[in-house]
């Protein structure tokens, strides 16, 4: 079945990936519309060995096309999304504006495909956080094999998560500390260069950034509402790709050995895991990869029925515009497409 995808956003790094997937994975697409905004009119983008014009999102007729991909942010999102979906596209939003509305499914294909078939109540269905993504991703068969109660999760979350302006100042400023040029924060509220900065987002009542927040309540939405999950979420002189270091409390018992072989087999992932020098996988590695991995599992011995482990990938892929394009894919296999027409 082939299908008309929109993709709003389309100059962005995220709108840009999603064109190279949708590409790379031979996506059944009969036309490929790329919106932006009308300063971006006729400007050219790659999508595998054709080039596409930019059209005007403002004047774009959403009944041409079945599928929408959204990467332009919540408030394009909040205007635009709502006027896609009543006009018949199925929109796939990748902000975070109707992650937590329950009558938008939250989805991550590997961990709840079935929820899709929820998309109908606003013909809108949500991308999760690119932290949550992968997390998801390595918790589920841990989670269906043993059961998860608690999770403890510190991120390293490349600058790549904050837009081009975030990776232009991270390289701006690295080139500037060589020659002597004083470091001046603009995206982030401290040097990004050679430093790590705890703080995502905008901070809550309760201490907690909205970064750290969206983890737990995404989560608790893909996954599991009964299970308690805490983050820190610090933002590394990267460019692409986010790393977690994880803990984990199981209700049932689970040795590492066993964890690494339910992983191994687990949609999505691939373990790497050598208990020796360069045996795991980090984050300059996962760039380009379609597959979230998993390295350095172990028993943590300070709780009952701990785990401990490493997760990186490339979150401008699995954390934004792949998860995307696998629900698209996901709509098709299901016969949603189908039944919308």
């Not at 064109?19 to 932006?36: Q, T």
């Not at 504006?97 to 013909?123: C, G, S, T, W, Y």
């Not at 599991?224 to 820190?232: F, H, K, Y």
């Not at 990869?289 to 701990?306: C, K, L, M, Q, Y």
Request: with cysteine; glycine share 6%.
């Amino acid at each position: 079945m082939e299908v008309n995808v929109a993709i709003v956003g389309a100059t962005g790094n995220v709108g840009q990936e999603m064109l190279a997937i949708l590409a790379e994975r031979l996506f059944p697409a009969k036309n490929v519309f790329a919106l932006a905004s009308r300063q971006s009119i006729g400007r050219e983008i790659s999508f595998g060995d054709k080039t596409l014009k930019c059209r005007d999102l403002e004047t774009f007729d959403f009944s041409q096309a079945d599928i929408a991909l959204f990467a332009a942010g919540g408030g394009v999102a909040k205007e635009w999304a709502p006027k896609a979906a009543k006009a018949g596209a199925i929109v796939i939003d990748n902000s975070s504006h109707f992650r937590m509305d329950p009558d938008v499914p939250l989805i991550v294909p590997e961990v709840n495909a079935d929820a899709v078939a929820d998309f109908a109540k606003k013909n809108i269905i949500a991308n999760p956080n690119c932290s949550t993504a992968q997390l998801v991703v390595a918790l589920k068969p841990l989670h269906d094999a043993a059961k998860i109660k608690r999770v403890v999760v510190s991120t390293y979350q490349s600058t790549s998560g904050a837009g081009k302006d975030a990776m232009d100042e991270l390289f701006n400023q690295t080139k500037g500390i060589f020659v002597n040029d004083e470091p001046s924060p603009s995206k982030f509220t401290k040097q990004i260069a050679f430093n790590v900065i705890p703080h995502i987002d905008v901070f809550m009542e309760d201490g907690f950034t909205k970064e750290e927040w969206k983890m737990t309540a995404e989560t608790k939405k893909i996954l599991d509402p009964t299970i308690r999950l805490t983050a820190n979420c610090v933002r590394v002189p990267t460019f692409v790709g986010h790393a977690e270091a994880v803990n984990i409390e199981l209700e049932n018992p689970l040795s590492d050995d066993e964890a690494r072989e339910i992983l191994r087999e687990a949609p999505g992932l691939l373990v790497v895991d050598k208990r020796e020098d360069g045996g795991y996988v980090t984050p300059i590695e996962c760039v380009g990869e379609f597959a979230t991995f998993v390295s350095r599992i172990r028993v943590d011995p300070t709780i009952e029925n701990g785990l401990a482990l490493w997760c990186v990938s490339d979150n401008l892929r699995k954390g934004a515009a792949l998860n995307a394009v696998q629900i698209a894919e996901t709509l098709i296999n299901h016969g949603h497409l189908q039944k919308a027409a």
